[in-house]
């Protein structure tokens, strides 16, 4: 609501003007100035149902993007991600996750395979000089070139059912031939060699597309995309809905479902921890844990009673003992229900277990419930 | 935009409307274009207290819990029931949308709240910030 500029201290992306001008409502995310929502359109809730009916677009520029490129450059990613990036083709991407020797949580990221012994690491906004630092320290040992290109790129999120038919207008790529997870480079507005992900943190089919992070191209071609948009109902989508849709897709966010206490097993995360790969970061310590088993698990949970369950709410057994915490809560826009992934014991997972969230010092009932708690439906068109 | 001049508000961005000895309590428009689509009110019930200035109850948006302050003390006689089902009322008009109603216990409390011009530029003062 406000038009004042942000203290100094705080980053921008190359469209924060544009936002601003929009009419957003900023708030600041780890450190970036970045939009919470567009009330002009709508605010939170539109944005989160055009994407889950239309589609919408989001400035991800935050995030960061660290570039490994050499001789050894494979050996190396597959030293500090859990993920098997070996089994990537060329223009073919995984999720994966950075790990610290105990199988805890560096980050969680995006792995694209460039080209031989090309890796591009997708990584997040609030983790980024760590993870440079973690991934360029721990492969000192391979022949290869650790770059961080996080300020290179504006990367936009074109997310939504009908992302597809709007990207289609403005490049020359062949999109139906670009499965989920894979990518590939194209014209787009023009810019010839834009990066063109079929990716994304909704649950949605969409793109993420990674253009050059000058004010002037990167405002251009936000501009074209809403406005090539506007037969699909596109709105501008902030950080609040950007929430509310991966939560409601079960997909997890660093320093809640995943942080630097959690390990692979807790996080529910085991298929896309390759165990059978001899050598990566973590790996000795997940071997031992698998071994016990985990004292939490992450579950989905969705209210009964009347109230919403917030991040970091306590969780209750029927007996209002405690135990567990949420690490993500809130009303979920497409599904009209409150829902919450949550830590708790193995023994309180099995789906319809009726437990409790504390909520202003009340137990109000919930149960656990399966996830995803959003599925996308088959695309027909 | 013009508060209207029947009630008094708080710097919460409560308003409180009293007849008589009774007195209505809802969020200013104000309030409600900062929540964004309301999802869920929490208020006491019939029969409890409300001290001046202090927590009584809350308003969620899908982002964020809001506290609501009690711009007055009293016991409640009489809670919105429409707001349990249809809080987005909230949002359609804020003004309108009385939330509770309490016997004023101390009606000269009111005296020292904002009037509609006062609470005006209060909120110009805020939104500037």
């Known amino acids: ?381 | 935009m013009a508060y209207p001049n029947d009630r008094k508000y708080t710097k919460e961005h409560e308003w409180v409307m009293a007849n008589g000895n009774s007195a209505s309590i809802g969020i200013t428009q104000y309030a409600q274009d900062s929540l964004g689509d309301i999802v869920f009110v929490d208020l006491p019930k019939v029969g409890s207290d409300l001290a001046v200035g202090k927590t009584f109850g809350s308003v969620e948006s899908v982002k964020a819990v809001s506290d609501l302050f009690a711009p007055a003390s009293g016991s409640v006689t009489e809670v919105n029931e429409e707001l349990a089902t249809a809080p987005e009322k909230v949002n359609q008009d804020a003004h309108a949308s009385w939330m509770l109603k309490i016997a004023l216990s101390n009606p000269s409390e009111l005296d020292s709240l904002l009037s509609a011009a006062d609470y005006e530029k209060f909120v110009a003062e805020e939104a500037g910030k």
């Not at chain 1, 600041?28 to 809730?45: C, Q, R, S």
């Not at chain 1, 990518?183 to 023009?190: E, L, P, Y």
């Not at chain 1, 917030?310 to 826009?333: F, H």
């Open chain 1, 1 to 381: 609501m406000s038009v004042v500029d942000s203290p100094p201290s705080v980053r921008k992306t190359a469209l924060n003007a544009v936002h601003r001008q929009m009419g957003a409502k900023m708030v600041a995310f780890n450190g970036w100035d970045m939009p919470v929502e567009y009330p002009k359109t709508g605010g939170l809730v539109a944005e989160h149902m055009a994407v889950r009916t239309g589609v919408g677009i989001f400035d991800v520029s935050h995030m960061g993007d660290i570039r490994l490129a050499g001789p050894r450059a494979l050996d190396a990613v597959q030293h500090v991600s859990m993920n098997d990036a070996s089994r990537l083709a060329i223009g073919q991407a995984q999720y994966s996750a950075l790990l610290y020797p105990q199988g805890t949580f560096v980050d969680d990221v995006i792995v694209h395979c460039l080209g031989e012994n090309d890796y591009l690491l997708v990584i997040n906004a609030g983790t980024r000089e760590k993870d440079f630092a973690w991934v360029r320290d721990n492969t000192r040992q391979f022949d290869c070139r650790v770059t961080d290109l996080s300020d290179e790129y504006t990367q936009i999120a074109i997310q939504g059912p009908r992302a597809h038919l709007l990207l289609a207008k403005l490049t020359d790529a062949n999109l139906s031939a670009v499965k989920g997870y894979w990518f590939t480079h194209g014209t787009v507005c023009g810019l010839p060699n834009v990066l063109i992900g079929r990716t994304g943190y909704t649950g949605e089919d969409g793109f993420e597309i990674y253009i050059p992070s000058d004010g002037p191209t990167s405002a251009r071609v936000w501009n074209e995309i809403l406005d090539a948009g506007k037969e699909y109902g596109i709105v501008a989508c902030g950080l609040g809905a950007r929430n509310t849709l991966r939560l409601e897709a079960k997909m997890p966010l660093y320093g809640h479902e995943i942080s630097d206490t959690i390990n692979v097993w807790e996080a529910g995360l085991d298929r896309y921890c390759k165990l059978e790969k001899p050598d990566f970061m973590g790996r000795e310590a997940l071997l031992q844990a698998k071994l016990f088993g985990p004292s939490k698990v992450l579950a989905g949970l969705e209210m009964t009673g009347r109230g919403i369950a917030r991040d970091g709410y306590k969780v209750l057994d029927m007996e209002g003992a405690e135990i567990g915490y949420v690490t993500s809560g809130s009303p979920a826009p497409f599904l009209k229900k409150n829902i919450a992934l949550v830590y708790i014991p193995p023994a309180f997972a099995p789906l319809g277990t009726p437990v409790q969230v504390e909520v202003r010092g009340q137990g109000v009932a919930a149960q656990i419930v399966a996830t995803p708690f959003y599925k996308k439906p088959k695309l027909l068109v």
